[in-house]
């Protein structure tokens, strides 16, 4: 019984390219949410997505960072045109409904660097 | 928007101690949630509060939602040395995203 699968554990890119973070639910969980931990600070909420809709996106910079979670595959995480300021640790959560009261299981984390 | 402040920041204890840690907020939470995080991984939820005044306990573990909503503390007894890590406080108010506090990085010398 899989958690959340985050994909790739580790990403180098440099300035100016782009990023795709993949992550793939628990099995049954058809809510997916993206936080973003800088170093040594707390996670911060970016988005909420359910198949094919996005929820809530009022963490997430207005530019540059898009989200998806499409009837098929795993939600993917884009950054364009990465800047130093985008490395960060990025966690995806899953949950079966809405809400934490439901379970919140989160994956270990796309740690991206740009150099 | 809403902020949680977690204090202490840090803790270096000695095995067998209690250790006690809190989440203050100027916001009420309906919430409250207090997770566990290793290095390279991802967060683990330890335990969960859904009620004002609520005191739950998992093992050696003690946490409680304030009267008010806008506080709780998370005790461990008898410390070991794998409760080595960071607890961050989470709290939830509508819709599903969680606001965490900054952290807790506690150390466990044997």
């Known amino acids: 019984n899989a958690g959340v699968m985050q994909n790739p554990r580790h990403l180098v890119r440099r300035r100016g390219q782009e990023a795709r973070l993949r992550c793939s639910p628990m099995?049954?969980?058809?809510?997916v949410y993206w936080y973003r931990q800088l170093p040594e600070e707390g996670l911060k909420f970016m988005v909420y997505l359910q198949k094919e809709n996005i929820i809530d996106e009022s963490g997430m910079p207005k530019e540059r960072f898009s989200a998806e979670f499409p009837k098929e595959g795993p939600s993917i995480l884009r950054i364009q045109q990465v800047v130093r300021g985008d490395s960060a640790a990025y966690f995806c959560?899953?949950?079966?409904?809405?809400?934490?009261?439901?379970?919140?299981?989160f994956g270990s984390g796309t740690r991206l660097t740009v150099v | 928007g809403q902020q949680l402040n977690q204090s202490p920041q840090s803790m270096f204890i000695q095995e067998g101690e209690d250790v006690s840690m809190n989440c203050t907020s100027s916001?009420?939470?309906?919430?409250w949630l207090w997770y566990k995080q290793d290095p390279g991984e991802g967060p683990v939820l330890l335990i969960a509060l859904y009620k004002a005044g609520e005191l739950t306990s998992n093992g050696r573990l003690t946490a409680q939602f304030g009267i008010t909503r806008k506080d709780s503390f998370l005790n461990i007894s008898a410390s070991i040395p794998s409760d080595v890590g960071i607890y961050f406080c989470a709290g939830q108010t509508s819709g599903s995203r969680l606001t965490f506090g900054e952290g807790t990085q506690l150390t466990v010398n044997p």
């Open positions: 916001s009420i939470f309906n919430t």
């Open positions: 099995k049954g969980h058809s809510h």
């Open positions: 959560a899953s949950s079966p409904l809405t809400g934490a009261n439901y379970g919140y299981t």
